[in-house]
């Protein structure tokens, strides 16, 4: 994985002043941080672009009309949260999968959590019901 947009290090909105906008590469296993209990991890904010190859360097570009944020990894989006119904997971029962899963946001309401993470992001990191809209445009990137 390749991007223009925040990193190093997982950034959400209302998390990501730390992480200064650049261009980074990481394997998508790089991408994932093992919290003890799975959940949503590994996000990029304020990106401007991103690509995905394989070793012999063919793959998918992803260029933002504006900004966008992604992440990917070698799981599903519920192997981290199993929804309503907790199943009491822990790290050692997510396991890596033979296929990487890419997501393309918008955006992501903040992660809050200003009183231990009981607490809602403030207001400027919600996102509210609303007609939004973002595009983007996927191209092969080939190694020729």
């Known amino acids: 994985v390749n991007w223009f947009g925040r990193g190093p290090h997982e950034n959400y909105q209302d998390r990501n002043t730390a992480a200064l906008v650049g261009d980074y590469k990481a394997s998508?296993?790089?991408?994932?941080?093992?919290?003890?209990?799975?959940?949503?991890?590994?996000?990029?904010?304020?990106?401007?672009?991103?690509?995905?190859?394989?070793?012999?360097?063919?793959?998918?570009?992803?260029?933002?009309?504006?900004?966008?944020s992604f992440s990917a990894h070698h799981q599903y989006n519920d192997d981290f949260d199993a929804g309503d119904k907790k199943?009491?997971?822990?790290?050692?029962?997510?396991?890596?999968?033979?296929?990487?899963?890419?997501?393309?946001?918008?955006?992501?309401?903040?992660?809050?959590?200003?009183?231990?993470?009981?607490r809602m992001p403030h207001e400027t990191y919600q996102i509210k019901a609303n007609n939004l809209s973002y595009s983007y445009v996927i191209e092969a990137v080939t190694n020729e």
């Open 87 to 118: 199943q009491q997971r822990h790290t050692t029962d997510i396991k890596k999968r033979d296929f990487v899963n890419i997501n393309i946001d918008y955006k992501q309401m903040g992660v809050g959590g200003d009183n231990s993470w009981g």
């Open 28 to 68: 998508v296993e790089e991408l994932y941080f093992p919290y003890i209990r799975p959940q949503e991890n590994g996000y990029k904010t304020d990106t401007r672009w991103v690509t995905f190859t394989n070793t012999t360097g063919n793959g998918i570009k992803v260029t933002a009309t504006d900004l966008i």
